[in-house]
Each structure stands twice: as structure tokens, then as C-alpha cells.
T-cell receptor
């Protein structure tokens, strides 16, 4: 069956550009998470959606980062005025359970390089 | 805050060797503990989990026991195969409603034939 998909898989942006990263979760999954994984590090939590509601955005590193999930399925992570420190792999995960209580299924990630 | 510490890699072993990857954690409340694995070119996959003290998670010959007294969740396998070569991440989900997982830095395991 279809898993979590993310697009694009690779993105190169010049410093100062805006980018939008897309996540298609597993159909019917209530919970959706975004993580940021820097090179050689583990993923770090950014934000959490339960259906269309963004219940936790405590991990977003600055107000340049914005996420939405308007219809409770596809989600977009937007980064405005990208900086070099934003270079990382951005992972999306979905779960059938509320509030991360169940297994999280991860997508392949989008590798963002800011030059 | 919550944190996970796991042994640095890469860890290189011969096929059929015994594997231990150490993981310790700091968390408030009673977290759930996980091991995730990332095979080359693939996304993170849940390997095993334990939700309370003394629980043992197991899958594909791997085991880990939730030790509250030592705040540890070490990953073990009795006889590794070349196909076990991957990056392994220890993670926790804190109690008290925190939503995301807290991951360690990952341990790269290389199994040589």
C-alpha cells in the first residue's frame, strides 16, 4: 500500500528564497508530524497536526517556518527567506492515533540545501 | 528537557557477531521508548518499542528492555547479518501530552561478511 510521500525529494534554494515542502500522509491518518534532521543528527520535532488543527508548533525554530494542513490530509511546510542553517532533511510522519500515541510512519524526506 | 544519548558510531562487526547499541534517556514522567532503523536509501521504520518499565520490545531478532532504574533501552541482537547494516535511532515519547518524538543522534552499524 502507499506510504507517506514527500515532494520534492531534493530542493536547492538560494539564500533569501522561500520554499514549500509537501507531505502526503497515509490516507485516513489523523496525526501528522514534521521533523528536521541536520547532517549526522537525529530528527528534531518541528510541529504536530491532529486533522487540520495545528496543536503543537513548539519545535519551529523561527517565525520564518510555517506549516499548514487545511483539509486534514496533505500538509505543506513553508520556509520564508531561507538561511544556510535551514539546510537539512525535512521528514514528515503520519500516525493513525491521536497525539503521537501510535506508531509514526515516516516519509523519505526532502533534502533542502540553501546556497 | 527530554534527551536521548546513544553510542557513537560507526559500529563495525563481523556477520554472526553479538550486537549491543547503548541508549540512555532523560525524561520527565514515564516515556515510551522506541528503536527506529533507517536502511540505505529508505525512510525511518519502527523496529521495536516498549511503553512501560520492564517491558521488552522485540522484532526481527532484535530486543530491547525498558530499564527505569538505569534509564536505559539498549538494543541487542544475538547474531547480526549483513542485511542489518543501517542507521539505528533510539527515541522517546514523553508522557504528559508532548507530541513529537525525541531522537538520539543515531548509530551507523556496518556488518562485514
Amino acid at each position: 500500500g502507499a506510504g507517506v510521500s514527500q515532494s520534492p525529494r531534493y530542493k536547492v534554494a538560494k539564500r533569501g528564497q522561500d520554499v514549500a515542502l509537501r507531505c502526503d500522509p497515509i490516507s485516513g491518518h489523523v496525526s501528522l508530524f514534521w521533523y528536521q534532521q541536520a547532517l549526522g543528527q537525529g530528527p528534531e520535532f518541528l510541529t504536530y497536526f491532529q486533522n487540520e488543527a495545528q496543536l503543537d508548533k513548539s519545535g519551529l525554530p523561527s517565525d520564518r517556518f510555517f506549516a499548514e494542513r487545511p483539509e486534514g490530509s496533505v500538509s505543506t511546510l513553508k520556509i520564508q527567506r531561507t538561511q544556510q542553517e535551514d539546510s537539512a532533511v525535512y521528514l514528515c510522519a503520519s500516525s493513525p492515533a491521536d497525539r503521537g500515541l501510535g506508531e509514526q510512519y515516516f516519509g523519505p524526506g526532502t533534502r533542502l540545501t540553501v546556497t | 528537557g527530554d534527551s536521548v544519548t546513544q553510542m557513537e558510531g560507526p559500529v563495525t562487526l563481523s556477520e554472526e557477531a553479538f550486537l549491543t547499541i547503548n541508549c540512555t534517556y532523560t525524561a520527565t514522567g514515564y516515556p515510551s521508548l522506541f528503536w527506529y532503523v533507517q536502511y540505505p536509501g529508505e525512510g525511518l521504520q519502527l523496529l521495536l518499542k516498549a511503553t512501560k518499565a520492564d517491558d521488552k520490545g522485540s522484532n526481527k531478532g532484535f530486543e530491547a528492555t525498558y530499564r527505569k532504574e538505569t534509564t536505559s533501552f539498549h538494543l541487542e541482537k544475538g547474531s547480526v547479518q549483513v542485511s542489518d547494516s543501517a542507521v539505528y535511532f533510539c527515541a522517546l515519547k514523553a508522557g504528559g501530552g508532548a507530541d513529537g518524538l525525541t531522537f538520539g543522534k543515531g548509530t551507523h552499524l556496518i556488518i562485514q561478511p
